[in-house]
């Protein structure tokens, strides 16, 4: 099948520019883009509402002043947070962003995105995908988006949405499994993700033999990381994309 045509960077901001601002928030976002980063990963659940948030651990302790499972907490509940004083008291006050909120942030700063579909256990994937997918489709143009997740099953429901044929979907991995080009066919997938210190160069050919872009997680050494660019390897996912640049630059051929 088709698949948009995505300029893909070989730097992605993970939960936007997350060494520097609160991860997953719109400041994160900001500071990636103000760093010169032109796409950005971002996680997503469904709070106990149904409202889709930029958020990746099951609970908000680690990230916000307040505690619980995001699975019980409202829309009203979520904005008493203070989601940036964690993080540096420069961020006080920020609050959790919505999906809308976040897509209308991108579609402003003309930014490409990776959503992460967060299906943790015990949530339901189905109405998380069935949330976000029309909000994600109508926001942004298919050159600008990559749908991931862990869960294949989750990957299946997006595939089945109305107008969703064309939409570009990754594989998300943590060690690359066996069966990884079946699951990929399954899902008619754009790309494979993977946790970079347990892919071999063999992988990496394999990967870009079948036709996928190949795109790695969480890369905060970029030293490390200087032969899989010569393997093959896409885009690499970073919290900190300006050294990263800056490695890149005064390493080039
Ligand atoms: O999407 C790549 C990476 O974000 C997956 O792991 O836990 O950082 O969401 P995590
Ligand atoms: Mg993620």
């Known amino acids: 099948m088709m698949h ?4 893909l960077p070989a730097l992605i901001a993970h939960r936007g520019y997350s060494s520097a601002a609160p991860e997953n928030t719109l400041a994160a976002v900001k500071a990636a883009h103000d760093a010169g980063t032109r796409w950005v990963e971002l996680d997503v659940q469904l709070l106990g509402d149904g409202t ?19 699975s019980r907490i409202s829309w009203a509940q979520a904005c008493q947070l203070d989601v940036g004083s964690w993080f540096g008291d420069a961020f006080r006050g920020e609050r959790m962003a919505s999906l809308k909120s976040m ?11 990776n959503i992460e579909l967060k299906v943790n256990k015990g949530r339901d994937g189905e109405a998380l995908v069935d949330r976000v997918i029309p909000l994600l489709m109508s926001a942004l143009p298919p050159e600008r988006l ?4 862990f869960d294949i099953q989750a990957l299946k429901r997006c595939r089945q949405h109305a107008n969703a044929q064309e939409l570009a979907l990754g594989a998300l991995f943590r060690a690359l ?16 993700h993977c946790h970079w210190p347990r892919l071999s160069r063999h992988h ?9 872009q190949l795109l790695c997680y969480t890369v905060n050494d970029p030293s490390a ?27 080039q051929d």
């Open 225 to 251: 990381f200087h032969p899989y660019w010569a393997w093959g390897v896409t885009s690499a996912f970073t919290d900190d994309p300006d050294t990263f640049q800056r490695y890149l630059k005064s390493h």
């Open 4 to 7: 948009p045509e995505i300029s």
């Open 204 to 212: 990496v050919n394999a990967v870009r033999d079948a036709g996928y």
């Open 177 to 192: 499994p066996a069966n990884w080009r079946s699951q990929c066919e399954a899902i008619d997938a754009y790309s494979v």
């Open 52 to 70: 889709a948030v930029i958020w990746h651990d099951k609970d908000v302790s680690r990230c916000s002043d307040g505690h619980g499972n995001i």
């Open 103 to 113: 897509l209308a942030l991108l579609d402003t700063l003309a930014m490409g995105v």
């Open 146 to 149: 990559i749908v991931s997740s």
